[in-house]
């Protein structure tokens, strides 16, 4: 992890701005899985975003790419602007962001050989000539740790961290500058989510590839991302560094997620649980959409919605804590109040 790298290029790789995604549920009720969201990834950085199951991380990832139509905002992958994918050929331009599913098998075909569903992303884009493309096969399974036997052989023949590794190795097949990464560490045991996750930031540093990763698991974040953005309910609440993040929480909801890692010796406190669950984005509480299961909300926090931030020029966070709107009421059994750095408005 890296909290200062090297950035080359002009302007971000990928850059979300005012994201809005809306869904219709029961074809009446409409859903806003992202509520005006705003993220950064810089050229050859590795981007964490982190958040409990319902926070809209999967949406925002997917309106990354295309998947989903966005209803307001823009997303920009190098200075162009990514529409939503269609029957029609991509441009080729947007080829090279690519995204690596949660579950490798289902995003692999179980009736073809690897080889020839790494060749396809060769063969559509015209990469590499067909006498070619075999050594080319065998570069893209050496680059994710598989020997060039594998090219013939079936997805159901390889362990859940191998799958995963081929999936990224047909992503990389498109010769791409972002991997946008949809909890690709959640179906896999601990063994193998350390190894997939190594494995990532050593194409990240090689290949100078920017990485979205999502996840649920701040733990894992924390070792491989070099910026943190935190998410609930459709909304970015803090940004920063990993290691500034890790060490000094601004929001409650940062220090909450951080609360409930648990130490993989056993030593130290017991992990937290977070009260309550994700309100239903369909009706999200007003004002500040933490409020109801923050420990230290105060009036305005149910009357206005936060303003974001700017803490110490690499930080941005959304809370009223940071703002020094008053004294937060905070429990008992947690007498340190909240770190209040320098503010810019």
Not at 27 to 50: D, K, P
Not at 202 to 231: G, T
Request: glycine content about 8%; charged content about 20%; hydrophobic content about 40%.
């Amino acid at each position: 992890m890296n909290d200062n790298v090297p950035l080359s290029g002009d302007g971000p790789a990928l850059e979300l701005q005012d994201v809005e995604v809306v869904y219709e549920r029961r074809g009446r009720e409409r859903v806003r899985a992202v509520a005006g969201a705003s993220l950064t990834v810089e050229r050859g950085q590795i981007v964490g975003l982190v958040g409990e199951s319902g926070c809209g991380k999967s949406s925002l990832a997917r309106a990354s790419v295309g998947l989903v139509p966005t209803t307001a905002g823009t997303v920009r992958f190098e200075g162009r602007e990514v529409t939503p994918l269609t029957r029609r050929a991509r441009p080729r331009e947007l080829a090279r962001l690519q995204m690596v599913f949660q579950n490798p098998y289902s995003s692999l075909n179980p009736r073809r050989k690897i080889g020839s569903q790494l060749a396809d992303a060769l063969d559509v884009l015209g990469l590499a000539p067909s006498a070619d493309r075999r050594g080319r096969v065998e570069e893209l399974l050496d680059l994710v740790g598989l020997p060039a036997s594998a090219a013939a052989r079936y997805p159901h023949q390889f362990s859940g961290g191998q799958r995963q590794r081929i999936a990224v190795a047909r992503s990389l097949a498109a010769d791409p500058s972002v991997l946008v990464l949809d909890e690709p560490l959640a179906s896999l045991d601990a063994s193998a989510q350390a190894q997939v996750a190594n494995l990532l930031v050593d194409l990240s540093r090689r290949l100078s590839l920017s990485l979205l990763l999502i996840s649920h698991d701040l733990a894992i974040v924390r070792h491989v991302a070099d910026v943190v953005s935190v998410m609930y309910l459709g909304v970015m609440v803090e940004t920063g560094p990993a290691r500034s993040l890790w060490s000094l929480p601004l929001h409650p909801y940062t220090e909450a997620l951080i609360g409930a890692v648990p130490h993989p010796d056993g030593s130290g406190f017991l992990p937290e649980a977070l009260p309550g669950e994700v309100p239903d984005p369909a009706h999200p509480p007003v004002a500040c959409r933490f409020h109801p299961r923050c420990p230290y909300a105060f009036d305005r926090c149910s009357t206005e919605d936060p303003v974001t931030l700017e803490i110490d020029g690499d930080r941005t966070v959304a809370c009223w804590l940071q703002a020094g709107g008053g004294p937060p009421a905070r429990p008992a059994e947690r007498p340190k109040p909240l770190p209040l750095l320098h503010v810019k408005e």
